[in-house]
């Protein structure tokens, strides 16, 4: 299914490139965005560990220890996809390093799904709502994409909130951020909330990169140091790099392609 975004200027004389490299996409019919991760999984190494959280790095003869503080894994080379600080925190690194790291900013972000008793809610694909009194700033329709994303007869919103940990919103309950953004699109007619009959609230807390004035300093001093420890960083919190989805997987590929040409025997 392909879904079309129009293209827009801001005024008379200036044109903007309205996000035409998203003007026509595709979705998965089933399995939601996630199928496209299980495609990938599915042409790589079985020998996959998850929910195994990454709390010290060590290296010893020429060896990589990863411990999570209770088991312990073994590598000869590590590619890091974690968020950088996570990265910086589990090497112990110099105070320095861990300045620049500490000092790379970014937003975090609240999602809160909402179920609605309706078979058809819109024809939109996302739309921004740029009003300082409206907790969320974007508005999806997943069930808009394929019809089996929601239950037969239902339809699905997700809104997104932007924010920092330490926001007074981000401390509330679930259901308090749900009941708020319920209550502010009511507000706006893009739902009815008699018709919600499922919400559910993920918090994330690494979204969005920040490119502020040390950004570059930063990431430099940072990059430096991983190259030096032999450590290779690829997706976007571990590069710090505003990569959207499209981009963490071509960044990944153009990373493969590379160590490849460098060291033609690691292709085996």
């Not at 809160?112 to 008793?117: A, H, P, R, S, Y």
């Not at 919103?157 to 401390?171: F, K, P, Q, S, Y």
């Not at 919190?237 to 960044?251: A, I, Q, T």
Request: aromatic content about 10%; charged content about 25%; glycine content about 4%.
């Amino acid at each position: 299914m392909i879904y079309t975004l129009q293209h827009y200027r801001v005024d008379a004389t200036l044109e903007t490139e309205g996000y035409t490299h998203q003007l026509f996409f595709y979705y998965p019919k089933v399995g939601g965005i996630q199928a496209l991760i299980t495609s990938l999984e599915e042409k790589v190494n079985k020998n996959i560990v998850t929910n195994f959280e990454v709390r010290k790095i060590e290296k010893e003869d020429g060896k990589w220890l990863i411990s999570n503080g209770k088991e312990e894994k073994v590598y000869d080379k590590i590619i890091s996809t974690i968020p950088i600080h996570y990265l910086i925190g589990a090497l112990n690194a110099p105070e320095e390093i861990k300045d620049a790291a500490n000092n790379l900013k970014f937003n975090s972000l609240m999602t809160v799904m909402i179920g609605l008793d309706v078979t058809k809610l819109n024809d939109f694909t996302w739309l921004y709502i740029q009003n300082k009194d409206v907790l969320t700033h974007r508005v999806s329709f997943p069930s808009n994409y394929s019809p089996y994303v929601a239950p037969e007869g239902k339809s699905s919103v997700l809104a997104e909130i932007t924010c920092n940990i330490g926001d007074e919103m981000w401390r509330k309950k679930d259901d308090e951020i749900a009941g708020q953004v319920i209550d502010d699109l009511h507000q706006l007619k893009i739902i009815d909330k008699t018709k919600v009959c499922f919400t559910e609230v993920k918090k994330m807390k690494y979204a969005y990169v920040i490119n502020d004035l040390d950004y570059h300093e930063n990431i430099r001093i940072v990059k430096d140091y991983m190259s030096e420890m032999g450590i290779d960083i690829v997706g976007r919190f571990s590069e710090f790099k505003y990569l959207n989805m499209d981009g963490c997987v071509r960044s990944a590929m153009e990373y493969v392609v590379k160590n490849e040409s460098q060291n033609p025997q690691s292709s085996s």
